[in-house]
């Protein structure tokens, strides 16, 4: 029996993750399967073991406001590397391209431990932006003994830097398992959704288009966040629409949003959601402004456009299938784009209707039985 180890640390992760450990934990006779924790993002990733009914096995709880890359950093090597240490496992999974991603590669490649990266292959070829994200996936990349790229394009991103096609499999993105888990919750509990919106924050979805907003990269920081907020402000009072803009509890994001959006009538300033919430937010929005990764590979499921406000994205497939766009930050280009999908029927059609690049939900079962065969 094999023993393998799942490392992550924030709420997407987990989410991307939880199927994955799903499938090893039911095949008892082949894995012994650990789950460790990090808790980057402590609250947020909380949400989502109780969701998915994960327990880990270890909890590192390292997050503490404010704390820099740095920090973040030394402390989760050390941390990692303790447990890997106690455990010696045969395998560990990471996922995307968090610094609990690459670090966690990194502790595993010190131990001699192999690495298995789901969500492999993706890449803007600017090593700034996202930051720090494209550099911590590059790094896990040259770590990793095996590769699990959601689509081709992210394949032959990993065949151009060197590595072997035994090494990769092509596997769709785990986060369409999840959402198809999550959907079948949604159908069962979609009136308590509704309630839940109506009566903790006065939403109404049956009678007004919704924009649905999330926003929370680093590199747009400062200047970025400023024109973003600007251009939510203009849309809200120039359209008959409601905005509701689910605030990441980081400072940096907070204080803009807050400043600049705060008592606009039709914009709903609230907490972050769990992840069935916000499926259902993302259920009932017209059209989706974010920055988020995985907000660009749900979307299509979903049959929701997305407009997203970063200059790159290491998701091409979904610019190419027409299901995502480039916006960046600037104030005019987000303003234009959300107005065009909120007025113009066939270009809001183009969008909504275009083909899902990203996987037929059984990515977890193809990751599990490619390591079977590995190991």
Do not use: W
């Not at 959006?261 to 916000?278: A, E, K, S």
């Not at 259902?280 to 406000?309: F, N, R, T, W």
């Not at 059984?362 to 390591?371: G, V």
């Amino acid at each position: 029996m094999k023993k393998v180890m799942f490392i992550f640390g924030t709420r997407p992760e987990a989410i991307k993750m939880a199927p994955v450990v799903e499938a090893f934990k039911n095949d008892h006779e082949n894995f012994e399967t650990l789950v460790t924790v990090t808790a980057q993002h402590r609250q947020m990733l909380d949400q989502v073991l109780e969701l998915f009914k994960l327990v880990p096995d270890y909890d590192l709880n390292i997050m503490k406001p404010n704390q820099t890359l740095e920090e973040l950093t030394g402390k989760l090597l050390l941390k990692i590397t303790e447990v890997l240490k106690i455990v010696q496992p045969d395998l560990i999974f990471v996922q995307g391209d968090t610094t609990t991603t690459f670090v966690g590669a990194l502790a595993a490649f010190y131990q001699k431990i192999p690495v298995a990266h789901i969500e492999a292959g993706l890449r803007t070829s600017n090593k700034y932006s996202p930051f720090p994200e494209e550099i911590n996936r590059r790094m896990t990349s040259s770590i990793s003994s095996f590769h699990f790229p959601p689509t081709l394009q992210s394949r032959d991103n990993l065949l151009h830097e060197g590595v072997g096609e035994e090494r990769i499999l092509v596997c769709g993105n785990t986060v369409i398992d999840a959402l198809q888990t999550v959907a079948i919750k949604f159908e069962m509990d979609s009136q308590t959704q509704e309630k839940y919106f109506s009566d903790s924050f006065g939403l109404r979805f049956e009678h007004k288009k919704t924009l649905l907003v999330t926003g929370h990269r680093r590199e747009s920081f400062g200047q970025g966040f400023e024109n973003v907020c600007n251009a939510i402000r203009s849309i809200a009072l120039s359209n008959d629409i409601q905005i509701v803009y689910p605030v990441h509890l980081n400072p940096n994001v907070q204080e803009p949003v807050n400043r600049i959006l705060g008592g606009i009538g039709n914009v709903h300033l609230i907490p972050p959601q769990d992840y069935v919430p916000f499926v259902y937010l993302m259920k009932c929005a017209h059209v989706i402004l974010s920055d988020s990764g995985g907000v660009q590979e749900e979307a299509p499921s979903l049959g929701k456009p997305v407009l997203v406000m970063r200059d790159t994205t290491e998701r091409q497939e979904g610019v190419e299938s027409g299901t995502a766009r480039l916006v960046g930050t600037d104030t005019q280009t987000i303003i234009d784009n959300v107005e065009s999908l909120l007025n113009d029927p066939s270009e809001y059609d183009k969008m909504a209707q275009a083909s899902n690049p990203y996987g037929d939900g059984k990515s977890s079962k193809y990751i599990h039985d490619f390591i079977l065969d590995k190991l």
